[in-house]
C-alpha cells in the first residue's frame, strides 16, 4: 500500500523569504504526486502534479515541487512567500490497484508567514 | 461554474444519534469521493462512487454509507454517531475519478459528536 510522509509538523518562515516542504512517498510503481493547499475554514485546492516527464512541475500560485524517484521525495518550493500562502499544504499519492485508484494523503504541514 | 457545494456546513449531534452529509458535484463530473479529516488522522478516503455504483472503498466501519443518484449527487450517512466521528468531511468530485482528474473539494462539513 502506499504512504505519504511529511516531516515537517509545523513550519515558520518570514514574508519574502524562500520555502521548501518535504514530501516523501513510499509506493511500488511510479506515482502520481500532487500538492494541495488549505485555508482555515476552506477544502483543499489543486497547487500542481506530477504524472510522468519533466520532473520539475509548475503550480499555481509561484509553487513547483520536484519529483526526485532516487529518493522517493516530491518536495514543494517557493522563491518567496507572501503572507497570504499561510495555510496547510498536504502531499498526496495516487495509485491504481485492483482496477480501482485512491489517493493517499500525508498528514500535513502547516505554514505560518511572519509579516 | 459552480464549485462543490456541500450541506450543512455545520452540524451538533448526539452519541447515537445518525446523520446525513450532502454533496452536490461540479456540473459534468461523475466521480464523489468522500474523506474524513482529523487533527490526530488527517485526511482518510472513505469511499467514491462514480455512476451511482461505489467504486473504491477506505478502511471505515459499516456505519459509514453512501450512495450517488442519477444527478450525480452524493448522500454519506453516519449511524449510531460515535464521538470520534466528530470530524471534517470533504467531499470531492472530479470528471472520472483516477489520476487524470484531479479532485475538486468542497468546503466541507463540520460534524461534532456530544
Known amino acids: 500500500a502506499q504512504s505519504v510522509t511529511q516531516p515537517d509538523i509545523h513550519i515558520t518562515v518570514s514574508e519574502g523569504a524562500s520555502l521548501e516542504l518535504r514530501c516523501n512517498y513510499s509506493y511500488g510503481a511510479t506515482p502520481y504526486l500532487f500538492w494541495y493547499v488549505q485555508s482555515p475554514g476552506q477544502g483543499l485546492q489543486l497547487l500542481l502534479k506530477y504524472f510522468s516527464g519533466d520532473t520539475l512541475v509548475q503550480g499555481i500560485k509561484g509553487f513547483e515541487a520536484e519529483f526526485k524517484r532516487s529518493q522517493s521525495s516530491f518536495n514543494l518550493r517557493k522563491p518567496s512567500v507572501h503572507w497570504s500562502d499561510a495555510a496547510e499544504y498536504f502531499c498526496a499519492v495516487g495509485a491504481l490497484g485492483a482496477g480501482s485508484y485512491q489517493l493517499t494523503f500525508g498528514k500535513g504541514t502547516k505554514l505560518s508567514v511572519i509579516p | 461554474k459552480a464549485g462543490v457545494t456541500q450541506t450543512p456546513r455545520y452540524l451538533i449531534k448526539t452519541r447515537g444519534q445518525q446523520v446525513t452529509l450532502s454533496c452536490s458535484p461540479i456540473s459534468g463530473h461523475r466521480s464523489v469521493s468522500w474523506y474524513q479529516q482529523t487533527p490526530g488522522q488527517g485526511l482518510q478516503f472513505l469511499f467514491e462512487?462514480?455512476?451511482?455504483?461505489?467504486?473504491n472503498k477506505g478502511n471505515f466501519p459499516g456505519r459509514f454509507s453512501g450512495r450517488q443518484f442519477s444527478n450525480s449527487r452524493s448522500e454519506m450517512n453516519v449511524s449510531t454517531l460515535e464521538l470520534g466521528d466528530s470530524a471534517l468531511y470533504l467531499c470531492?468530485?472530479?470528471?472520472?475519478?483516477?489520476?487524470?482528474?484531479?479532485?475538486?473539494f468542497g468546503n466541507g462539513t463540520r460534524l461534532t459528536v456530544t
Open positions: 462512487y462514480f455512476s451511482e455504483t461505489q467504486r
Open positions: 470531492a468530485s472530479s470528471l472520472e475519478g483516477g489520476p487524470m482528474s484531479p479532485l475538486h
